[in-house]
């Protein structure tokens, strides 16, 4: 007991002081968790702690990420991704394989232990790079969605990789296993549904432990959980919610499949399921530590003896399986119509090897298809190319995507210059405002920064909106802002719209400028820059919620309308009075003069809205 308390405490040590340090300076969560296995490793050695066991034991992390990842996809949108997953994911896996292998030939390897190899490295690591991309908002862009397809057609192929790796073993490494083996007296009795049943009975095994997953989440996951949440225990519910995701990893554990893969199908199943919320918040946090503890394991597992001796080739080996794969993936992007940043996200993100590495480099040594010499500097190659994988997100982040982010692969277009109303973004805001203007009869020039949406737009005939960053003096002069009445600005950028607001209020005292905000407090950060007509983007939208609410308790239209009426007059009224207090400075809730103010504002108007309200909603009562 006390062992396991030291090593949970060294762990969660480690990490609460090594991400918060490394999020601070812009490294992420995952290269934190990394670093703090490495620092912790001497420690972990001289307790002779088996890091691999607690790997193993982690690697549970990746299996409940992927049930969350398939509670966010229907089944439709999961078939709609059918070509990308084969051809994006089964090219990168058969291209790879076979250049490694090659390259492995090369070295002197026989032919089965370099497609072993090449099979292993062509793995990507789906902990990481899904962790990640997350983290930073980009799962939903082009090459996060391209990375998830690739990623989940690699975890499918693991299981054509197990059963066809033992056809690929060296007789002369299998009869050196067999006498350890012999010596040792470990006959290796594993647990199996499968074991000593032929093809076509393992196939049907397999296919019935599919069709339990799927036929059960479909029609025994709602009563199960009925029954639980009649109890009214939010532990109950935790429990099963784990218990679900156990059984399932367990099941396809026996029968031979990926354990990921299963809960993956399951968590599609139960995408379209009324508990799938609850199902989410409840393993989250199980899979947060679970992962933390992963990366932990895999910065403590590289051995630095065994680095130091073989430190260039190693590192040579390292960077020239980064650089393959993302020559790889780079080629299949262009293939597949991935443009932009978007394609060095696909190629720097998925360039690593990946975490089922550690399994299959076992399974190898085990099976007589890898040397456990060679075996041991592959994992080394492993370890440190997740290792550098959020370098190579930083160097996404830093110096591809804003390059990428200036130019748009396209220079900005001639503006008209004779326009008294510019537009600064023609998106879900400013498409409106143009379009209510538009039938007005007033002619307004649009200018925006995605040139897929400009494309989209002109198929529709609208050949008013130019291509350009409205944050451009040199733009805004040529758009002819210096004789122009209105700025409408409506990017959805807060830092841009700062940007744009602060140039034109400073430069044209005498230019209207309407601007989005985004929230509370950016209303008060326009506010000090100068700019006096604000639109909170959510708000009027918030108010419609808040009066068809009023109305479907039983208050009439015109009630409701004059309720809402009265909060939005009490609302702005209250928000020019507390801007007096608000430091652009100063963080909100660390600005002391900020927070009094908000709060004897509360105090004050809250009983007289109340008191308003009330007199409003008396004749109906």
């Known amino acids: 007991m006390t062992d396991f308390l030291l090593l949970a405490f060294i762990f969660l040590c480690a990490g609460v002081v090594a991400v918060p340090i490394a999020s601070r300076l812009g490294l992420g969560s995952v290269l934190g968790y990394l670093l703090a296995g490495i620092v912790i490793s001497p420690l972990l050695s001289f307790l002779h702690v088996d890091v691999i066991a607690i790997q193993h034991f982690a690697e549970f992390g990746v299996v409940m990420m992927l049930f969350l990842v398939g509670l966010e996809l229907e089944p439709k949108l999961l ?54 991309l997350n983290e930073k908002g980009l799962m939903k862009s082009d090459g996060g969605q391209a990375s998830f397809s690739v990623l989940l057609f690699q975890d499918i192929a693991v299981i054509p990789m197990l059963a066809l790796m033992p056809l690929l073993a060296m007789p002369e490494l299998v009869e050196t296993l067999s006498h350890s083996a012999s010596d040792s007296g470990d006959h290796g009795n594993t647990l199996s549904l499968v074991a000593g049943l032929n093809g076509w009975q393992t196939t049907l095994v397999t296919l019935g432990a599919i069709a339990v997953v799927v036929l059960g989440g479909n029609y025994l996951t709602r009563p199960i959980f009925r029954f639980i949440a009649s109890a009214g225990l939010r532990e109950l519910f935790t429990a099963t919610a784990l218990m679900l995701v156990i059984g399932i990893a367990l099941l396809m554990t026996l029968v031979g499949l990926s354990p990921a893969l299963g809960t993956f199908l399951a968590g599609v199943v139960l995408a379209n399921s009324e508990y799938r919320h609850e199902l989410e918040s409840d393993i989250d946090p199980f899979k947060g530590l679970l992962l933390g503890l992963f990366f932990m394991t895999v910065g403590a597992s590289i051995n630095f003896g065994l680095l130091s001796e073989n430190l260039a080739m190693i590192i040579g080996l390292t960077l020239g399986l980064i650089a393959l794969k993302a020559i790889v993936l780079l080629i299949l992007g262009y293939i597949f119509k991935i443009r932009g940043a978007d394609k060095w996200l696909f190629a720097l993100g998925l360039a690593q090897a990946g975490e089922f590495g550690f399994v299959l480099l076992s399974f190898t040594v085990a099976n007589g298809i890898i040397a456990g010499a060679l075996a041991d500097r592959l994992l080394l190659v492993v370890a440190l190319s997740m290792l550098l994988t959020p370098a190579l997100f930083i160097i996404y982040d830093k110096i591809i995507a804003p390059r990428y982010a200036k130019s748009q692969d396209r220079e900005a277009d001639e503006m008209p210059g004779e326009s008294h109303i510019i537009i600064a973004g023609h998106g879900r805001v400013g498409g409106i405002v143009d379009r209510m203007l538009r039938a007005a009869g007033y002619a307004a020039t649009v200018i925006d920064f995605s040139s897929k949406q400009l494309d989209i737009i002109r198929k529709f005939g609208i050949s008013h909106a130019y291509f350009g960053d409205a944050t451009r003096p040199d733009l805004l002069h040529s758009a002819g802002i210096a004789n122009a009445k209105l700025l409408i600005v409506t990017i959805d950028d807060k830092e841009q719209i700062n940007e744009l607001v602060k140039y034109a209020v400073h430069n044209y005292p005498d230019l209207h400028v309407i601007a989005r905000a985004v929230d509370r407090n950016h209303v008060y950060d326009l506010w000090a820059y100068g700019c006096r007509d604000i639109i909170r983007e959510t708000y009027d939208s918030s108010l419609r919620l808040g009066r068809s609410a009023f109305e479907a308790l039983g208050s009439s239209r015109s009630t409701a309308e004059a309720i809402t009426s009265e909060f939005n007059e009490m609302d702005r009224k209250s928000m020019v009075e507390v801007a007096e207090a608000y430091d652009i400075n100063i963080p909100a809730h660390e600005n002391k003069a900020y927070v009094a103010k ?4 509360i105090a004050e108007w809250e009983p007289e809205l109340k008191q308003r309200i009330k007199a409003i909603m008396e004749p109906e009562s």
């Open 598 to 601: 908000v709060r004897s504002m």
């Open 79 to 132: 078939w709609a991704m059918r070509q990308r997953l084969i051809g994006l994911g089964g090219g990168q896996v058969f291209l790879t394989t076979i250049l490694i292998a090659v390259i492995a030939l090369l070295f002197g390897q026989p032919w089965a232990t370099a497609l072993a190899i090449g099979l292993v490295l062509s793995l990507s690591s789906t902990a990481i790079s899904l962790q990640t």
